[in-house]
């Protein structure tokens, strides 16, 4: 054992200095009971080997021996240690995707979770169950900038009153959907986003949403809040709100002390049938109001009610019980939504100060001809869009705007145009005169000329046996499904080369009643509907661009080789419910149709066998009844 007194003093295991072991020896990081697998530097004999083996295995059974300053090796684990970085704190089934992050959402969570990290400043529990916020937990979260609480089952006895006064810089708040029936007495100073909404609430408080000078949203829609239940101090201090909503509440007149800033102001489907005197006259950002859905009466309303709200844009007051346009409009309004009021008369005089209306909608009112006496409307030069649907017109109305594009005037009772009626709209692109009681006697021959830029002309669902004349060459849709045209001829349609779309579907059309020629001119038509009228058979010489054909309905036992040889760009084809039987559509029918993709021949009298030409390049796809259309090959079978 003599060459154990030339052992070096110390040795270097792992990385550490220990004491009296020879040189460096090399090994893994944690050795595991291989021992003979340690080499010493400098070649000791067997002997030696085993002493260090027993040194080495005393020394791991020892709780430690201090490294020699300076030699301890920093970035390697020691015993017990990982090299992985220790794992973010976060509640258990929720989700931290950031250090500042915690959503807990949508997990039916009764109990509000706890290890919520103090750096948390987004936490999200929407869509629990949760009844209660603990003042304790919410208190060790002072960073929250955003809180989101929507549909859970929170209720006011739940909510302490400091719940939230730790919370000194939160931003948005979120309690829509739960089971609050007051509001909370203090929300944070901090607040920008404030939502209440679809609660049970019936009273706020002056500090709910006072004294909040970043406040810009406030959303308590779907409450119960009635004018009692609002302070009149209910936002002072809070000077940058900028949207507010109180729709579908029990209030009775307009709240007053309304902030200053707002720009959009909710409070459609409420019971006001009054707006107090002075309520709106702070409100001079305000560009949308809202008031569609309540009791206003013409008395509820006076000259000022509207005067100073010298920002307004949008107005609406639909589904109220006015008999009059309101008085006093400003001139920066654009939108005045009156539909389905009582308005049985519209003075030019109401109107002077809305000069920069575009569009104006008295759809469904009480309106006759001598309610809309001549220049009632002249005011508005600027006017794009006046709806008249739904009311007792029997003429249009005379000394329209200029500059009106469109006039919509279906569901009346006008029975003749003559031929000046539309002389003062050249203007109009696009004329909706569906569903009156227009007969083509009493249809004058020139009354369409002079609308030079008309685009689109509905004049379906009235009494007409025959195509108008003098149509405008512009023309790219014209409707007239629903009347009793038994003819159609060439020349009412000649000249319109740029016509896209004619709806001739729901008349009495036969195929022997279509003269020749009739068709030509239409160079441009991509959409023909002839459905539910009288055909026998396909008519022939339709357009080369035609693209869609709606034939259903009617009495087509037949399809020939030739059916569609003027019509090579069809895409779509609709022969359902007629009179085919399996064999009823020649073979050749479809050669020369690249482009068609869907052919429906549902509601037959058999399954129709349809048979593509092997040189067509793609296979359409077949409709049937109550099935969605499916790829097939050359040969078809369809409903």
């Not at 195509?467 to 000649?494: D, I, V, W």
Request: aromatic share 4%; net charge positive.
């Amino acid at each position: 054992m003599a060459g154990l007194a030339k052992r070096p003093q110390a040795g270097v295991w792992a990385g550490r200095l220990i004491p009296g072991l020879p040189g460096r020896l090399t090994a893994g990081p944690y050795p595991a009971g291989n021992f003979g697998a340690l080499v010493g530097s400098s070649g000791e004999t067997a002997e030696l080997g085993l002493a260090m083996q027993l040194i080495l295995l005393l020394l791991l059974m020892w709780p430690g021996a201090p490294a020699a300053p300076g030699m301890e090796d920093a970035a390697f684990p020691h015993l017990g240690e990982s090299s992985q970085p220790r794992p973010r704190a976060c509640p258990q089934r929720c989700s931290c995707p950031r250090a500042d992050t915690v959503d807990c959402g949508g997990l039916d969570l009764r109990v509000f979770p706890n290890n919520i990290t103090r750096a948390a400043q987004h936490l999200s529990l929407q869509n629990n169950q949760l009844q209660e916020l603990p003042y304790n937990e919410l208190s060790r979260l002072s960073g929250l900038r955003t809180l989101n609480l929507h549909n859970n089952l929170i209720s006011s006895e739940g909510l302490p009153d400091e719940a939230f006064e730790s919370l000194t810089q939160l931003q948005h708040i979120y309690v829509a959907h739960n089971k609050l029936s007051v509001a909370p007495q203090f929300l944070p100073r901090s607040l920008r986003v404030a939502d209440l909404a679809a609660n049970q609430m019936t009273e706020i408080f002056p500090l709910t949403f006072g004294e909040k000078p970043a406040l810009r949203f406030v959303y308590l829609h779907n409450n119960q809040l009635s004018n009692a239940g609002l302070p009149p101090d209910a936002f002072r201090g809070s000077e940058a709100i900028a949207t507010l909503s109180l729709s579908s509440n029990q209030l009775s007149y307009l709240p007053t002390s309304l902030p200053p800033s707002l720009e959009r102001l909710h409070l459609q489907n409420n019971l006001i049938s009054k707006v107090p005197r002075g309520a709106l006259s702070r409100q001079t950002q305000l560009r949308e109001l809202y008031l569609q859905h309540n009791r206003l009466t013409d008395s509820g309303l006076d000259a000022t009610t509207f005067s100073k709200l010298y920002s307004l844009e949008y107005l609406d007051l639909s589904h109220n019980q006015l008999a009059e346009v309101p008085a006093g409009l400003p001139r920066t309004l654009a939108i005045l939504h009156l539909g389905r009021n009582r308005i049985w008369r519209v003075e030019a005089a109401r109107l002077q100060g809305a000069r920069g209306l575009r569009y104006l909608l008295l759809q469904h009112n009480v309106l006759r001809r001598t309610g809309l006496p001549p220049g009632a409307l002249r005011p508005l030069r600027r006017l794009h869009t006046l709806h008249l649907y739904g009311n007792r017109l029997d003429r249009v109305p005379p000394e329209l705007p200029r500059r009106l594009r469109a006039l919509v005037l279906p569901h009346n009772q006008v029975a003749e145009l003559g031929a000046r009626d539309l002389a003062a709209t050249r203007g109009l692109a696009e004329l909706n005169l569906a569903y009156n009681r227009l007969v083509s006697a009493r249809i004058h021959h020139r009354a369409f000329r002079p609308l030079h830029a008309l685009r689109t002309l509905d004049l379906a669902g009235n009494q007409l046996t025959r195509l108008p004349t003098g149509l405008p060459s512009s023309l790219h849709a014209l409707r007239l499904q629903r009347n009793q045209l038994r003819a159609l001829e060439p020349e009412p349609l000649a000249g319109l080369d740029q016509l896209q779309e004619f709806n001739l579907a729901h008349n009495r059309l036969r195929v022997g009643d279509i003269g020749p020629g009739t068709w030509h001119e239409l160079q441009a038509l991509k959409v023909l509907d002839l459905s539910h009228n009288e055909l026998s058979f396909v008519p022939p010489d339709l357009p080369e661009a035609l693209e869609e054909l709606h034939l259903q309905g009617n009495r087509i036992g037949h399809v020939g080789p030739e059916a569609f040889a003027s019509t090579p760009r069809l895409r779509a084809l609709f022969l359902r419910a007629n009179r085919l039987h399996m064999t009823s559509i020649a073979p050749e029918a479809f050669l020369g149709l690249p482009h068609l993709r869907v052919v429906d021949t549902a509601g037959n009298l058999e399954q129709v066998l349809v048979q593509l030409q092997p040189t067509a390049p793609r296979q359409p796809r077949v409709g049937t009844a109550g099935d969605n259309p499916m790829s097939v090959s050359r040969e078809l079978i369809v409903r």
